[in-house]
């Protein structure tokens, strides 16, 4: 009789088994009303373009905005990310690291400062003399490592003049420009996910500017 007692609790071990395996299946297949994730894409046609604001003094600050390119590599790149990561195509083709060399250009042009624009007072905009003075810096940027970017090479730097708004004024005014800077950066083997990071510092050592271009 325990025998026959012991073959019975197995049995209905078993059988309780059997019917609870359908049901943690279907526990654990996706709800219906539940979305995969989806998949995006960012098409970088044209380069990648960055900006930032910065300042020299509580007299005289400024607007940045760049682009950096490297034809035709960025013909046609786009970045994909869903649930395996992001990557990075150029047509069918899978792309990794930088090309040889970027080329970055940007602007700088006079802003009122923060306290100006609550409260209007003197500016010293931005001159010859300040931009000769102003530092300029490349680095690659991985997770929190800064690496300096060496051989870098001022290509053209040039100014546009900025017209008055009021032109009818007899007072005269301060002369105002728009800066142009170009300049070639050495990028061979550089990962697509590491981030391009500008410096400008002032000449007594002080940040004036940072900016990261990112893909």
């Keep these: 009789m325990g025998r026959l007692s012991r073959i019975l609790s197995i049995a209905a071990v078993l059988l309780s088994l059997v019917f609870a395996l359908p049901a ?55 970045r994909t990310d869903d649930e395996n990561g992001t990557e990075y195509w150029s047509g069918q083709k899978l792309v990794t690291e930088f090309p040889e060399e970027l080329h970055v250009s940007f602007v700088m042009f006079d802003i009122p400062c923060r306290r100006q624009t609550l409260q209007p007072g003197p500016r010293k905009y931005l001159t010859e003399e300040m931009m000769k003075s102003l530092r300029f ?28 708004y009021n032109t009818e004024s007899k007072e005269e005014l301060p002369k105002r420009y728009r800066w142009l800077l170009d300049y070639t950066i050495p990028s061979a083997g550089v990962p697509l996910t590491d981030r391009l990071v500008l410096i400008i510092r002032a000449p007594d050592g002080h940040r004036a500017a940072r900016v990261a271009a990112r893909l």
């Design 137 to 164: 810096s490349f680095y690659w940027k991985r997770g929190i490592e800064l690496r300096h970017v060496e051989n870098f090479k001022l290509d053209a730097a040039s100014a546009e003049p900025v017209e008055p």
């Design 24 to 78: 943690a299946q279907q526990r654990q297949k996706p709800k219906k009303n539940e979305r995969p994730i989806r998949k995006e894409a960012l098409n970088f046609d044209g380069g990648i373009l960055f900006a930032t604001e910065g300042g020299l003094s509580e007299l005289t600050c400024f607007q940045l905005t760049g682009r950096a390119t490297a034809a035709p590599f960025f013909d046609d790149l786009k």
